[in-house]
């Protein structure tokens, strides 16, 4: 089946329209804009279609996330600094039925210890963290191996 018929979106969420001038050391020097052309990049070496979205407001973000079960496939998150507190954001992607992977460019697990706290990845599938960019572009990797396994087994009549 052609693969460019999936859609997977890409959230980013608040202060992440800061990236290549906040904290660059831990962050670094890409902007948002690089990493979004990095992130169309490689949908386009995958032939999948990809959309971002970034607000710093957790209401906009639910929002999003709730209209995205329908429209999307997949959902690649960066939910920032919400990552440790937004039992919403967590709740609208159990609600929205879609599978997601949580990213993030610093290695969280590294830093203070309410980075160590993540209320966001008991709804995901699992979490990329630490690589800077390459947490994303592994992520949409990720999702479109499991996208097509997926297709393979309904192609074959397996669940
Ligand atoms: C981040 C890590 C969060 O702890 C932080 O609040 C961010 C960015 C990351 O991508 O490393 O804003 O999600």
């Given amino acids: 089946m052609a693969k460019d018929k999936f859609k997977i979106l890409v959230i980013h969420g608040p202060n992440l329209d800061r990236l290549g001038k ?85 290695n969280v697990g590294a830093r203070e210890p309410f980075r160590r706290v993540s209320v966001v990845a008991p709804a995901c599938i699992g979490s990329i963290a630490g690589f800077g960019a390459f947490s994303y572009l592994m992520a949409l990797e990720m999702a479109m191996s499991m996208l097509e396994a997926d297709t393979d087994s309904e192609a074959a009549g397996r669940e």
């Fill in 22 to 106: 906040r904290e660059k050391n831990v962050y670094g020097e890409m902007t948002l804009e690089e990493l979004n052309a990095e992130i169309a990049a490689v949908a386009g070496k995958l032939g999948v279609n990809v959309e971002t979205f970034q607000s710093n407001k957790e209401g906009e973000l639910v929002a999003k996330i709730n209209t995205a079960g329908e429209a999307f496939d997949f959902l690649v998150v960066n939910p920032g600094a919400y990552t440790h507190v937004s039992y919403a954001i967590h709740d609208a992607i159990r609600a929205a039925d879609l599978p997601a992977i949580e990213v993030h460019l610093s």
